[in-house]
């Protein structure tokens, strides 16, 4: 198996926003500093969306600009549409992501529209991009399954990621947003859409609500998969599913990759730190397994 695997953190902006409790422009910058600290690369700041739909993103673009310095680093941001991307813009963004669903219930819900009307909003969106230079991620979620419509074909997802794909989407992330995928599942899936959109160019973002996450990406990355979207301490969840659980957590992820003998560049030590910062401020526990038993053993070593 390759030994390189490229993190995308996404705690700060698909983790954060998905808790109940909101954090500050400041707490949320000193978050991703401590990421960045930590060895994480490429982080997702922040989102340039409804405030009214989503308060948890108040103030992303000075979130970006506070950041921005670290120009060795990729520092996404969510954009829905036209205006998203104008604020991203006049904020300095590089690089932007676009999002639809694999499912039209879930879209319906979740954005408002069907997927064909958000592909639509977000044409003007990649062709602006592209003019301006800036780079463009896509992300498809309910890849495996939909708390509305149960399993979700795989065709489904393929029809979705080759239309990102032939606009002009650098990267497809495939979000199991329910965690309801299992590993015979996310292989199938990403060989069907490998058929479209090159394996290097896909990533997976897989929640952990069956606690399956890890081995989904184990399952993954036989295929040949090698970006994985993950966030610090497992932030996050689904407002549309009950009982579903955040992101798969980076801690999990960077000691699974450690042990395989994939160096990740990640300061352990450091990321839980971040983890433990962000978990006092939101008020709960991270529920990262590798957090939990190395806080433990330093409760321990006291």
């Given at each position: 198996?390759?030994?390189?695997?490229?993190?995308?953190?996404?705690?700060?902006?698909?983790?954060?926003?998905?808790?109940?409790?909101?954090?500050?422009?400041?707490?949320?910058?000193?978050?991703?500093?401590?990421?960045?600290?930590?060895?994480?690369?490429?982080?997702?700041?922040?989102?340039f969306?409804?405030?009214?739909?989503?308060?948890?993103?108040?103030?992303?673009a000075?979130?970006?600009?506070?950041?921005?310095?670290?120009?060795?680093?990729?520092?996404?941001?969510?954009?829905?549409?036209?205006?998203?991307?104008?604020?991203?813009?006049?904020?300095?963004?590089k690089?932007?992501?676009?999002?639809?669903?694999?499912?039209?219930?879930?879209?319906?819900?979740?954005?408002?529209?069907s997927?064909?009307?958000?592909?639509?909003?977000?044409?003007?969106?990649?062709?602006?991009?592209?003019?301006?230079?800036?780079?463009?991620?896509?992300?498809?979620?309910?890849?495996?399954?939909?708390?509305?419509?149960?399993e979700i074909?795989?065709?489904?997802?393929?029809?979705?990621?080759?239309?990102?794909w032939?606009?002009?989407?650098?990267?497809?992330?495939?979000?199991?947003?329910?965690?309801?995928g299992?590993?015979?599942?996310?292989?199938?899936?990403?060989?069907a859409?490998?058929?479209?959109?090159?394996?290097?160019?896909l990533?997976?973002?897989?929640?952990?609500?069956?606690?399956?996450?890890?081995?989904?990406?184990y399952?993954?990355?036989?295929?040949?998969c090698?970006?994985?979207?993950?966030?610090?301490?497992?932030?996050?969840?689904?407002?549309?599913?009950?009982?579903?659980?955040?992101n798969v957590?980076?801690?999990?992820?960077?000691?699974?990759l450690?042990?395989?003998?994939?160096?990740?560049g990640?300061?352990?030590?450091?990321l839980?730190?971040?983890?433990?910062?962000?978990?006092?401020l939101?008020?709960?526990?991270?529920?990262?397994?590798?957090?939990?038993?190395?806080?433990a053993?330093m409760?321990?070593?006291?």
């Amino acid at each position: 198996m390759s030994d390189r695997v490229h993190i995308v953190e996404v705690g700060p902006r698909d983790g954060l926003q998905n808790e109940k409790t909101p954090i500050s422009v400041a707490g949320r910058i000193a978050f991703i500093e401590a990421l960045i600290a930590a060895g994480l690369h490429t982080v997702e700041v922040g989102a340039f969306v409804s405030p009214k739909a989503i308060p948890q993103m108040i103030g992303s673009a000075e979130v970006l600009r506070g950041v921005s310095h670290h120009a060795n680093c990729e520092l996404p941001v969510l954009v829905p549409n036209e205006n998203g991307y104008e604020a991203s813009q006049a904020a300095g963004a590089k690089l932007i992501a676009v999002f639809a669903a694999a499912s039209e219930s879930f879209s319906r819900a979740n954005i408002n529209c069907s997927i064909a009307e958000s592909i639509e909003r977000f044409k003007p969106v990649l062709a602006r991009a592209k003019a301006d230079g800036v780079r463009v991620r896509g992300y498809i979620s309910t890849v495996l399954g939909c708390p509305y419509e149960g399993e979700i074909k795989p065709q489904a997802v393929v029809d979705v990621a080759k239309v990102l794909w032939d606009l002009g989407c650098y990267e497809i992330s495939l979000g199991d947003t329910v965690g309801v995928g299992t590993p015979l599942k996310a292989r199938h899936l990403l060989r069907a859409v490998a058929g479209d959109a090159p394996m290097a160019n896909l990533a997976m973002h897989f929640h952990d609500t069956y606690g399956q996450a890890l081995a989904n990406l184990y399952a993954g990355m036989e295929e040949g998969c090698r970006v994985i979207d993950s966030a610090a301490g497992g932030l996050g969840g689904c407002p549309y599913a009950p009982g579903a659980t955040g992101n798969v957590s980076t801690e999990d992820v960077v000691y699974m990759l450690e042990g395989m003998g994939i160096a990740t560049g990640v300061d352990m030590d450091k990321l839980v730190a971040a983890t433990n910062v962000v978990s006092g401020l939101i008020g709960r526990p991270p529920v990262s397994r590798v957090a939990a038993a190395l806080n433990a053993k330093m409760r321990a070593a006291k």
